[in-house]
């Protein structure tokens, strides 16, 4: 039987790995020129920019997630984990940079911050729960440990109230104005607590939430290497144009140049787009209707700037306070993380550094303006100046020394990835359900990805993209082999 997955992204490639081996002839539709999706990164002139991962979870074996990474080859012998401790630094000029250490007793006892450490601690056995799908032959099957689900109890509890509330509302607790300010750096404050207690207690886990060496691209191509060892097959710059149910129950992929024929499709782009893009007509489903209404494009600028200077010196992620605000791009920012790959010598030619920054917020509608008008290589080059002009106070020696500058915005992410709005990834706000696709959407058609699962990441995309494949196999009545 044959399956189509398009997209390689994570969770198209991850499906590819678990449909190949599962016995389906695999082939894998992307539009862009290499494997990852929006998980990417890219050199300019010797500079490698990490547009992607910052932290992983499920870099531990302790984490469920690490044995999807395994067997799909995505994190193995050529990209190391490294487990950066301090997290963050905070420069803000007034006085010594604080660090976040994962061991949290390092925060002192300052009001409020034992209530964070309460949180934390609760959720110090919280994970994505890796199921096998009830009725679905696998030859290795999960076995069902409740002793597992009743450690997450805790953390179960505390989740109705942490859905509800800002990561900014949490951290309104810490009096220390500093410590607050380097607190705002674990995860996006504005979205909901839950996100912002979980992520920080992976980085509070031993050994969790490390950074692959070689960056997104090598564990992206790892995937890939994994699924043409398979004998999966990866087709680069071919987007699928249309999706066709024939009246026998299989399926046609229509690319610009040819029909190909499925007994089963795997959707991986953005759910949001596909549904109105991939079909004969746009889905009509309750949960399409909802998500063409509720869900918002979630943005981000990447920024990397190549510096002919050895900045060794510096911490690795730095929280930089900027007070006035630094505005860019119609935006105003309060801080930001700026991280310094200098100890990462693959990553820039010697003696030199490549420093990056990921400028949240929405900014979809400033950049299609700016296109529209022709002001956009020029409102590129703003947003670069105001951040080097900001970032020098603290770091002198890039005054002089930029090689290289590069700024992806959210048309960038469209124009390669094709997600709603650029998107870059999805979060949960404080108070709001998530709109999600089905997995399942009827024999032989799924789908995976960021849109299909749980807010946020990498952790969804793998998932979603394992849960697509036990699917298709209870559907078809294949025995499901992950390993
Ligand atoms: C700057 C940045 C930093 C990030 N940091 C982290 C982090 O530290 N940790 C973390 O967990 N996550 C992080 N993320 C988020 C994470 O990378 C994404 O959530 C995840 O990669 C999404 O994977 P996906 O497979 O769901 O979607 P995508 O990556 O969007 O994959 C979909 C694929 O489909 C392709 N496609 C689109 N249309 C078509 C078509 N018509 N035909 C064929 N192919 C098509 C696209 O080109 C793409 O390759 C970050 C993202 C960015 C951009």
């Given at each position: 039987?044959?399956?189509i997955?398009v997209?390689?992204?994570?969770?198209?490639?991850?499906?590819?790995?678990?449909?190949?081996?599962?016995?389906?002839?695999?082939?894998?539709?992307?539009?862009?020129?290499?494997?990852?999706?929006?998980?990417?990164?890219?050199?300019?002139?010797?500079?490698?920019?990490?547009?992607?991962?910052?932290?992983?979870?499920?870099?531990?074996?302790?984490?469920?997630?690490?044995?999807?990474?395994?067997?799909?080859?995505?994190?193995?012998?050529?990209?190391?984990?490294?487990?950066?401790?301090?997290?963050?630094?905070?420069?803000?000029?007034?006085?010594?940079?604080?660090?976040?250490?994962?061991?949290?007793?390092?925060?002192?006892?300052?009001?409020?911050?034992?209530?964070?450490?309460?949180?934390?601690?609760?959720?110090?056995?919280?994970?994505?729960?890796?199921?096998?799908?009830?009725?679905?032959?696998?030859?290795?099957?999960?076995?069902?440990?409740?002793?597992?689900?009743?450690?997450?109890?805790?953390?179960?509890?505390?989740?109705?109230?942490?859905?509800?509330?800002?990561?900014?509302?949490?951290?309104?607790?810490?009096?220390?104005?500093?410590?607050?300010?380097?607190?705002?750096?674990?995860?996006?404050?504005?979205?909901?607590?839950?996100?912002?207690?979980?992520?920080?207690?992976?980085?509070?886990?031993?050994?969790?939430?490390?950074?692959?060496?070689?960056?997104?691209?090598?564990?992206?191509?790892?995937?890939?290497?994994?699924?043409?060892?398979?004998?999966?097959?990866?087709?680069?710059?071919?987007?699928a144009e249309q999706i066709r149910e024939l009246p026998?129950g299989s399926y046609v992929v229509k690319t610009?140049?040819?029909e190909l024929r499925a007994?089963?499709v795997?959707v991986?782009?953005?759910?949001?787009k596909a549904i109105d893009k991939l079909f004969p007509e746009p889905l009509q489903d309750?949960?399409a209707?909802?998500?063409?209404?509720?869900?918002?494009?979630?943005?981000?600028?990447?920024?990397?700037?190549?510096?002919?200077?050895?900045?060794?010196?510096?911490?690795?992620?730095?929280?930089?306070?900027?007070?006035?605000?630094?505005?860019?791009?119609?935006?105003?920012?309060?801080?930001?993380?700026?991280?310094?790959?200098?100890?990462?010598?693959?990553?820039?030619?010697?003696?030199?550094?490549?420093?990056?920054?990921?400028?949240?917020?929405?900014?979809?509608?400033?950049?299609?303006?700016?296109?529209?008008?022709?002001?956009?290589?020029?409102?590129?080059?703003?947003?670069?100046?105001?951040?080097?002009?900001?970032?020098?106070?603290?770091?002198?020696?890039?005054?002089?020394?930029?090689?290289?500058?590069?700024?992806?915005?959210?048309?960038?992410?469209?124009?390669?990835?094709?997600?709603?709005?650029?998107?870059?990834?999805?979060?949960?706000?404080?108070?709001?359900?998530?709109?999600?696709?089905?997995?399942?959407y009827k024999?032989g058609l799924?789908?995976?990805?960021?849109?299909?699962?749980?807010?946020?990441?990498?952790?969804?995309?793998?998932?979603?993209?394992?849960?697509?494949?036990?699917?298709?196999?209870?559907?078809?009545?294949?025995?499901?082999?992950?390993?």
């Amino acid at each position: 039987m044959r399956v189509i997955i398009v997209g390689a992204g994570i969770s198209g490639l991850i499906s590819a790995v678990y449909a190949r081996r599962s016995g389906f002839e695999t082939l894998v539709l992307e539009k862009a020129a290499n494997p990852g999706g929006v998980s990417t990164s890219w050199r300019r002139k010797g500079y490698l920019m990490e547009g992607g991962i910052h932290w992983l979870i499920g870099t531990t074996p302790e984490n469920p997630l690490h044995e999807i990474w395994k067997e799909t080859g995505a994190l193995q012998e050529n990209n190391p984990v490294f487990v950066k401790d301090p997290i963050y630094t905070l420069m803000d000029g007034k006085g010594e940079p604080i660090e976040l250490f994962r061991d949290l007793s390092k925060l002192g006892k300052g009001a409020g911050v034992g209530r964070l450490r309460f949180f934390v601690s609760c959720f110090r056995h919280f994970h994505t729960p890796i199921q096998d799908l009830p009725g679905m032959k696998s030859r290795y099957p999960r076995r069902f440990n409740p002793w597992e689900y009743v450690q997450m109890l805790p953390a179960v509890l505390l989740t109705p109230y942490l859905m509800i509330i800002s990561g900014y509302r949490l951290l309104n607790r810490v009096r220390d104005k500093r410590l607050r300010n380097l607190l705002y750096a674990v995860c996006d404050p504005e979205v909901n607590a839950l996100s912002y207690v979980y992520t920080l207690s992976t980085f509070a886990a031993e050994g969790e939430s490390g950074y692959p060496e070689g960056g997104s691209i090598r564990m992206a191509q790892n995937i890939a290497d994994t699924v043409t060892s398979l004998g999966g097959e990866i087709r680069y710059r071919t987007p699928a144009e249309q999706i066709r149910e024939l009246p026998d129950g299989s399926y046609v992929v229509k690319t610009a140049t040819e029909e190909l024929r499925a007994d089963a499709v795997i959707v991986t782009l953005d759910a949001r787009k596909a549904i109105d893009k991939l079909f004969p007509e746009p889905l009509q489903d309750r949960w399409a209707r909802k998500m063409r209404k509720k869900v918002l494009g979630e943005h981000c600028m990447f920024l990397g700037i190549g510096v002919k200077a050895n900045l060794q010196a510096y911490p690795r992620s730095m929280q930089m306070i900027f007070d006035p605000p630094l505005e860019a791009a119609g935006r105003s920012y309060n801080f930001l993380i700026v991280n310094n790959y200098s100890r990462n010598t693959e990553y820039a030619p010697e003696g030199c550094t490549v420093i990056t920054s990921l400028l949240g917020g929405w900014s979809y509608g400033y950049w299609k303006a700016a296109r529209e008008d022709g002001t956009y290589k020029e409102k590129k080059e703003a947003v670069i100046q105001a951040f080097i002009e900001r970032v020098k106070r603290y770091i002198p020696e890039i005054e002089g020394n930029i090689e290289v500058t590069d700024l992806a915005t959210p048309l960038t992410y469209e124009r390669y990835c094709d997600t709603f709005e650029g998107s870059y990834m999805t979060h949960w706000m404080p108070g709001k359900a998530l709109h999600n696709a089905p997995v399942r959407y009827k024999k032989g058609l799924y789908f995976a990805g960021q849109r299909t699962a749980y807010s946020g990441g990498l952790p969804p995309a793998a998932v979603s993209g394992r849960s697509a494949v036990q699917h298709l196999c209870r559907d078809f009545d294949v025995e499901f082999v992950s390993r």
